[in-house]
């Protein structure tokens, strides 16, 4: 069977069924074929010569339990399993609790179950949870659940994301925090956005022919507008659990100020700008922001993200910064192991053009604060990207004991909010500009500091 697997499925699904780990865990969009893939894996289970099992299925609601044992039918049939469909039949009369279930020549079964927790009482074998966030009552599933494996068998857990108040998000959560912390997890993470599976070949698949890439993304798009919302089209097709009542800022408020042109170095305009920069060395990245002020608008014109780089990396990226723009000023991260480098960026590139900020509460307070009323004012462009959009998104105001604000983000293998908070630390520096040094005029400090192929376009930039 396994030696045909690209015949039958995507590259995703195909990691997915090679994955032999005991603990797998699948974050999906919608209808990538999910299932389908864990189907073939499960009739693999209950049909194979060696150490055969039983197989525990339930999904949310019992049409898609019926879905997947027909799933499992269609397997056996095609590759000539000898299966018999037992229809539906009685786990416990006086609970009335039943499954239905396929039985194979080993003698094992697959069972497809309802939600209901009390049908895994006294069960044994593989353990198939699906679509784990919108089951009715998932702690105490988990609960009846769990000792279904206890003699070592296996367990899949595959879901959409339905918000972040449930147990699924707290695992797919724990997992990544693990994997960024650790480098490792009891459980392997899968992940799969609807933008992934078209790449893999789903809508050539769902269309019946190769596709070209114009195609790929109409059909992307499509999928999208269809969504209705970006809420909608974040939790259920770009495994982005959505939970508005704290975020700071909203998938709307981001969307709206993305744009195509933003984040392209190469149409810089030779104006002022303004650059944040939030300083990681091991865990978490730096990342520089640009900023080029157009009229009333802070234009994004570039954004460096660094993994691992040593200081002397970072102190060579932020002076091809200062060389490549006209820098009028930098708000640069000088929490914890912030301080030496702020205090060499102002040796290089001058006290009065570079500002240490520490990150205290209030300050982060009046950092987003500042970033929310760009965004709702229509005064911020960035860039069409994934991973600055889920950064800014990432940041959550929650409320102290003490009945004091805080901003803070889930620190996740992408980082902890990052690019927001070097968008935030730009966005200060272009708040209150700089004055030149007493004794120096406004025009001849500007030539200073402009790049070489700003300085013939300085005038018509200096009095904007």
């Known amino acids: 069977m396994s030696e045909s697997l690209s015949s039958y ?19 999906k969009s919608r209808r990538i074929g999910a299932t389908y893939a864990q189907s073939y894996e499960d009739v693999l289970s209950a049909a194979r010569a060696v150490k055969p099992m039983d197989v525990w299925f339930t999904s949310a609601d019992e049409t898609a339990a019926a879905e997947y044992i027909r799933y499992c039918a269609q397997w056996a049939q095609l590759f000539n399993i000898a299966a018999r469909d037992l229809g539906e039949v009685v786990l416990d009369s006086e609970k009335d609790i039943k499954a239905l279930s396929i039985e194979f020549a080993t003698g094992k079964r697959i069972y497809g179950l309802s939600s209901n927790p009390k049908a895994f009482r006294s069960k044994g074998g593989k353990l198939v949870i699906d679509e784990y966030a919108f089951h009715a009552a998932p702690e105490e599933l988990w609960k009846a659940a769990l000792p279904v494996i206890t003699w070592g068998f296996p367990v899949r857990i595959i879901s959409t994301y339905n918000g972040k108040g449930n147990r699924y998000y707290r695992m797919v959560s724990q997992a990544k925090k693990d994997i960024a912390e650790k480098g490792k997890s009891q459980w392997r993470l899968h992940t799969t956005t609807i933008e992934t599976a078209v790449a893999q070949g789903l ?6 022919r190769t596709l070209i890439a114009a195609e790929r993304q109409a059909w992307i798009d499509e999928a999208r507008e269809a969504a209705g919302d970006e809420d909608t089209w974040q939790q259920e097709y770009m495994c982005n659990p959505v939970d508005e009542a704290t975020a700071w800022l909203t998938w709307e408020l981001i969307t709206s100020a993305e744009h195509a042109d933003a984040g392209r170095p190469e149409l810089y305009q030779g104006g002022d700008c303004y650059v944040g920069m939030d300083i990681g060395r091991r865990r ?6 640009v900023l080029e002020r157009v009229g009333d608008v802070l234009w994004t014109r570039e954004v460096v993200s660094l993994k691992g780089a040593s200081f002397a990396e970072q102190d060579a990226e932020e002076d091809r910064i200062f060389r490549t723009y006209r820098v009028r000023r930098m708000c640069k991260d000088q929490t914890g192991m912030g301080e030496k480098p702020v205090e060499d960026s102002k040796r290089r590139h001058g006290e009065y053009r570079v500002e240490g900020v520490l990150f205290t509460g209030p300050i982060k307070q009046h950092l987003a ?8 004012d229509r005064k911020a462009r960035i860039p069409q990207d994934r991973a600055i959009r889920e950064s800014h ?3 959550r105001k929650m409320m102290t004991v003490a009945g004091n604000p805080r901003f803070d983000a889930d620190r996740s293998e992408a980082g902890h909010a990052d690019e927001f908070w070097a968008h935030m630390l730009a966005l200060h520096a272009a708040e209150d500009t700089q004055q030149p040094a007493a004794g120096a005029s406004i025009e001849s400090t500007a030539d200073a500091y402009a790049p070489e192929a700003a300085r013939g376009r300085r005038r018509a930039h200096m009095f904007r």
């Open 284 to 289: 978490d990245r730096t990342v520089i922001w």
């Open 393 to 395: 998104h990432a940041v």
């Open 203 to 208: 809508a050539d698949k769902i269309m019946g």
């Open 9 to 27: 499925f995507l590259p995703y699904q195909v990691a997915w069924i090679k994955d032999t780990s005991r603990f797998k865990l699948w974050e």
């Open 369 to 376: 604060t500042l970033g929310k009323e760009a965004f709702e």
